[in-house]
T-cell receptor, first 113, second 114 residues
Protein backbone atom coordinates (compact mmCIF):
# COMPACT_ATOMS: atom_id res chain seq x y z
CA UNK A 1 0.00 0.00 0.00
CA UNK A 2 1.09 3.56 -0.67
CA UNK A 3 2.42 5.48 2.33
CA UNK A 4 0.00 8.37 1.76
CA UNK A 5 -3.14 8.08 -0.33
CA UNK A 6 -5.45 10.83 -1.50
CA UNK A 7 -8.97 10.44 -2.80
CA UNK A 8 -10.24 11.41 -5.25
CA UNK A 9 -7.27 11.92 -7.58
CA UNK A 10 -9.24 14.11 -9.92
CA UNK A 11 -12.51 15.93 -9.39
CA UNK A 12 -14.57 18.35 -11.38
CA UNK A 13 -17.33 20.11 -9.51
CA UNK A 14 -19.55 23.15 -9.82
CA UNK A 15 -19.56 26.43 -7.96
CA UNK A 16 -21.40 26.18 -4.66
CA UNK A 17 -20.99 22.44 -4.22
CA UNK A 18 -19.55 20.92 -1.08
CA UNK A 19 -16.58 18.69 -1.66
CA UNK A 20 -14.33 16.62 0.58
CA UNK A 21 -10.79 15.55 -0.17
CA UNK A 22 -9.46 12.68 1.89
CA UNK A 23 -5.97 11.75 2.98
CA UNK A 24 -4.87 8.53 4.65
CA UNK A 25 -1.43 7.43 5.79
CA UNK A 26 0.13 4.17 6.91
CA UNK A 27 3.29 5.62 8.49
CA UNK A 28 1.94 6.35 11.95
CA UNK A 29 3.05 9.97 11.68
CA UNK A 30 1.49 12.46 14.05
CA UNK A 31 1.74 15.48 11.80
CA UNK A 32 -0.43 15.91 8.74
CA UNK A 33 -0.67 18.85 6.35
CA UNK A 34 -2.86 20.08 3.51
CA UNK A 35 -1.43 22.28 0.75
CA UNK A 36 -2.67 23.73 -2.47
CA UNK A 37 -0.46 24.45 -5.42
CA UNK A 38 -1.09 26.99 -8.13
CA UNK A 39 1.33 27.66 -10.98
CA UNK A 40 4.29 29.77 -9.83
CA UNK A 41 3.18 29.88 -6.20
CA UNK A 42 4.83 26.85 -4.67
CA UNK A 43 2.85 24.95 -2.04
CA UNK A 44 0.70 27.07 0.22
CA UNK A 45 -0.35 25.69 3.59
CA UNK A 46 -4.08 25.41 4.23
CA UNK A 47 -4.26 23.52 7.55
CA UNK A 48 -2.06 21.27 9.60
CA UNK A 49 -2.58 18.95 12.53
CA UNK A 50 -0.39 17.41 15.21
CA UNK A 51 -3.04 15.01 16.49
CA UNK A 52 -6.81 14.56 16.43
CA UNK A 53 -7.33 17.41 18.86
CA UNK A 54 -4.72 19.79 17.52
CA UNK A 55 -5.70 21.58 14.31
CA UNK A 56 -3.96 24.72 13.09
CA UNK A 57 -4.72 27.18 10.34
CA UNK A 58 -2.19 27.77 7.64
CA UNK A 59 -1.73 30.85 5.51
CA UNK A 60 -4.79 30.30 3.28
CA UNK A 61 -7.46 28.61 5.43
CA UNK A 62 -10.39 30.82 4.41
CA UNK A 63 -12.99 28.81 2.52
CA UNK A 64 -11.65 25.48 3.80
CA UNK A 65 -12.23 23.30 6.84
CA UNK A 66 -10.58 20.11 8.03
CA UNK A 67 -11.25 17.09 10.16
CA UNK A 68 -8.71 14.77 11.76
CA UNK A 69 -10.86 11.69 12.24
CA UNK A 70 -7.99 9.52 13.43
CA UNK A 71 -4.23 9.65 13.51
CA UNK A 72 -4.19 8.17 10.01
CA UNK A 73 -6.89 10.31 8.39
CA UNK A 74 -7.06 14.01 7.64
CA UNK A 75 -9.86 15.37 5.44
CA UNK A 76 -10.14 18.74 3.74
CA UNK A 77 -13.56 20.20 2.94
CA UNK A 78 -14.64 23.00 0.69
CA UNK A 79 -18.07 23.95 2.03
CA UNK A 80 -19.07 25.96 -1.02
CA UNK A 81 -16.55 25.59 -3.82
CA UNK A 82 -15.61 28.58 -5.95
CA UNK A 83 -13.60 28.68 -9.20
CA UNK A 84 -10.47 30.18 -7.61
CA UNK A 85 -10.18 27.03 -5.51
CA UNK A 86 -9.26 25.20 -8.70
CA UNK A 87 -5.79 23.86 -7.91
CA UNK A 88 -3.65 20.81 -7.20
CA UNK A 89 -4.01 19.74 -3.57
CA UNK A 90 -1.38 17.76 -1.67
CA UNK A 91 -1.49 16.01 1.66
CA UNK A 92 1.75 15.44 3.55
CA UNK A 93 2.78 13.66 6.73
CA UNK A 94 5.83 14.27 8.90
CA UNK A 95 7.14 12.24 11.77
CA UNK A 96 7.19 14.08 15.06
CA UNK A 97 10.11 11.97 16.28
CA UNK A 98 12.73 14.49 15.26
CA UNK A 99 13.96 12.70 12.15
CA UNK A 100 11.41 14.60 10.05
CA UNK A 101 10.65 11.53 7.96
CA UNK A 102 8.03 12.79 5.54
CA UNK A 103 5.77 11.63 2.76
CA UNK A 104 3.55 13.36 0.25
CA UNK A 105 0.39 12.05 -1.30
CA UNK A 106 0.04 11.90 -5.08
CA UNK A 107 -2.18 14.96 -5.20
CA UNK A 108 -5.79 15.72 -6.04
CA UNK A 109 -6.51 17.85 -9.08
CA UNK A 110 -9.66 19.83 -8.35
CA UNK A 111 -11.51 21.88 -10.94
CA UNK A 112 -14.38 24.13 -9.91
CA UNK A 113 -16.53 25.28 -12.79
CA UNK B 1 8.01 39.65 4.01
CA UNK B 2 7.36 36.11 2.87
CA UNK B 3 8.35 33.43 5.35
CA UNK B 4 10.38 31.54 2.74
CA UNK B 5 11.65 33.11 -0.46
CA UNK B 6 13.53 31.56 -3.32
CA UNK B 7 15.54 33.27 -6.01
CA UNK B 8 13.39 34.08 -8.96
CA UNK B 9 13.74 31.87 -11.96
CA UNK B 10 13.63 30.29 -14.26
CA UNK B 11 17.22 29.10 -14.16
CA UNK B 12 18.82 27.60 -17.23
CA UNK B 13 22.19 25.87 -17.20
CA UNK B 14 24.07 23.74 -19.72
CA UNK B 15 24.52 20.04 -19.12
CA UNK B 16 27.49 19.36 -16.88
CA UNK B 17 27.40 22.77 -15.20
CA UNK B 18 26.69 23.59 -11.55
CA UNK B 19 23.18 24.82 -10.80
CA UNK B 20 22.84 27.06 -7.76
CA UNK B 21 19.50 27.55 -6.03
CA UNK B 22 18.99 29.94 -3.16
CA UNK B 23 16.46 30.43 -0.39
CA UNK B 24 16.01 32.81 2.53
CA UNK B 25 13.70 32.45 5.51
CA UNK B 26 12.31 34.85 8.07
CA UNK B 27 11.87 32.74 11.22
CA UNK B 28 15.26 33.04 12.89
CA UNK B 29 14.48 30.16 15.26
CA UNK B 30 13.92 27.63 12.46
CA UNK B 31 15.97 24.46 12.79
CA UNK B 32 14.94 22.21 9.92
CA UNK B 33 15.44 22.95 6.24
CA UNK B 34 14.57 20.94 3.17
CA UNK B 35 14.99 20.89 -0.59
CA UNK B 36 12.54 19.10 -2.85
CA UNK B 37 12.42 18.33 -6.54
CA UNK B 38 9.04 18.40 -8.22
CA UNK B 39 8.17 17.33 -11.73
CA UNK B 40 5.13 18.85 -13.35
CA UNK B 41 1.90 17.45 -11.90
CA UNK B 42 3.75 15.20 -9.46
CA UNK B 43 4.21 15.41 -5.73
CA UNK B 44 7.39 16.92 -4.26
CA UNK B 45 10.29 14.55 -3.67
CA UNK B 46 12.60 15.26 -0.75
CA UNK B 47 16.20 15.38 -1.95
CA UNK B 48 18.07 17.06 0.91
CA UNK B 49 17.52 17.98 4.52
CA UNK B 50 19.92 20.06 6.59
CA UNK B 51 19.87 21.09 10.23
CA UNK B 52 23.31 22.48 11.06
CA UNK B 53 25.35 25.35 9.68
CA UNK B 54 27.71 24.37 6.90
CA UNK B 55 27.57 22.01 3.98
CA UNK B 56 25.91 18.66 3.54
CA UNK B 57 26.71 16.58 0.49
CA UNK B 58 24.76 13.71 -1.03
CA UNK B 59 25.96 12.56 -4.42
CA UNK B 60 25.74 15.45 -6.85
CA UNK B 61 23.74 17.57 -4.39
CA UNK B 62 25.16 19.87 -1.73
CA UNK B 63 22.99 21.82 0.67
CA UNK B 64 24.47 24.81 2.46
CA UNK B 65 23.00 26.44 5.56
CA UNK B 66 23.90 29.76 7.16
CA UNK B 67 21.58 30.43 10.08
CA UNK B 68 23.15 33.81 10.86
CA UNK B 69 22.21 35.02 7.39
CA UNK B 70 18.99 32.97 7.35
CA UNK B 71 20.04 31.50 4.07
CA UNK B 72 19.98 27.99 2.63
CA UNK B 73 21.16 26.93 -0.80
CA UNK B 74 21.32 23.87 -3.01
CA UNK B 75 24.10 23.15 -5.48
CA UNK B 76 23.66 20.55 -8.18
CA UNK B 77 26.95 19.49 -9.73
CA UNK B 78 27.28 17.94 -13.17
CA UNK B 79 23.71 18.93 -13.99
CA UNK B 80 21.80 16.54 -16.22
CA UNK B 81 18.72 17.13 -18.38
CA UNK B 82 16.85 14.82 -16.00
CA UNK B 83 17.46 17.42 -13.26
CA UNK B 84 15.11 19.78 -15.08
CA UNK B 85 12.28 20.35 -12.61
CA UNK B 86 10.94 22.80 -10.08
CA UNK B 87 13.00 22.96 -6.89
CA UNK B 88 11.26 23.87 -3.66
CA UNK B 89 12.81 25.09 -0.44
CA UNK B 90 10.91 24.51 2.80
CA UNK B 91 11.43 25.30 6.46
CA UNK B 92 9.86 23.97 9.66
CA UNK B 93 9.21 26.68 12.20
CA UNK B 94 10.60 26.19 15.68
CA UNK B 95 8.43 28.14 18.05
CA UNK B 96 5.35 30.19 18.73
CA UNK B 97 2.78 30.20 15.98
CA UNK B 98 5.32 28.71 13.57
CA UNK B 99 6.02 25.58 15.61
CA UNK B 100 5.88 22.52 13.37
CA UNK B 101 4.63 24.48 10.39
CA UNK B 102 6.25 23.35 7.13
CA UNK B 103 6.38 26.40 4.88
CA UNK B 104 7.49 26.37 1.25
CA UNK B 105 9.03 28.93 -1.01
CA UNK B 106 7.49 29.61 -4.38
CA UNK B 107 9.88 27.30 -6.19
CA UNK B 108 12.54 27.80 -8.85
CA UNK B 109 12.20 26.19 -12.26
CA UNK B 110 15.48 24.69 -13.42
CA UNK B 111 16.14 23.73 -17.02
CA UNK B 112 19.29 21.84 -17.95
CA UNK B 113 19.88 21.99 -21.69
CA UNK B 114 22.08 19.51 -23.58
Amino acid sequence: DADVTQTPRNRITKTGKRIMLECSQTKGHDRMYWYRQDPGLGLRLIYYSFDVKDINKGEISDGYSVSRQAQAKFSLSLESAIPNQTALYFCATISGRGDNEQFFGPGTRLTVL
Amino acid sequence: QKEVEQNSGPLSVPEGAIASLNCTYSDRGSQSFFWYRQYSGKSPELIMSIYSNGDKEDGRFTAQLNKASQYVSLLIRDSQPSDSATYLCAVIGAGGTSYGKLTFGQGTILTVHP
